[in-house]
Nanobody, 123 residues
Framework: QVQLVESGGGLVQPGGSLRLSCAAS????????MGWYRQAPGKQRELVAA???????NYIDPVKGRFAISRDNAKNTIYLQMNSLNPEDTAVYYC?????????????????WGQGTQVTVSS
């Protein structure tokens, strides 16, 4: 089992920045790939960004150039730096982790989820 604890959400004005953190504990060897997903009201949960333990990353097009995912393997923690936020980024952001056997793991969720953290972009 892997436990994931997110932090860093909140309310920010359009154009502002936030940094999310997700700390993993437990069976870390099962968390080769970690990522962030988000779910806005009335919409399906979607991938935002993912990162493998070796550093390979994947982003969805709407966040490319604005968001950056990073990973500190020594701390078993990933981060999501979010810049130039806009109201369309408003959602609950979930940390996700799982094993990775090939590059497809960067496009699909793993077995483990955090509790979610709310990000609201509004003036």
């Amino acid at each position: 089992q892997v436990q994931l604890v997110e932090s860093g959400g909140g309310l920010v004005q359009p154009g502002g920045s936030l940094r999310l953190s997700c700390a993993a504990s437990g069976s870390i060897f099962s968390a080769n790939v970690m990522g962030w997903y988000r779910q806005a009201p009335g919409k399906q949960r979607e991938l935002v960004a993912a990162i493998r333990s070796g550093g390979t990353t994947n982003y969805i097009d709407p966040v490319k150039g604005r968001f950056a995912i990073s990973r500190d393997n020594a701390k078993n923690t990933i981060y999501l730096q979010m810049n130039s936020l806009n109201p369309e980024d408003t959602a609950v952001y979930y940390c996700n982790a799982g094993p990775c056997y090939d590059s497809s793991c960067l496009w699909r969720p793993g077995n483990y989820w955090g509790q979610g953290t709310q990000v609201t972009v509004s003036s």
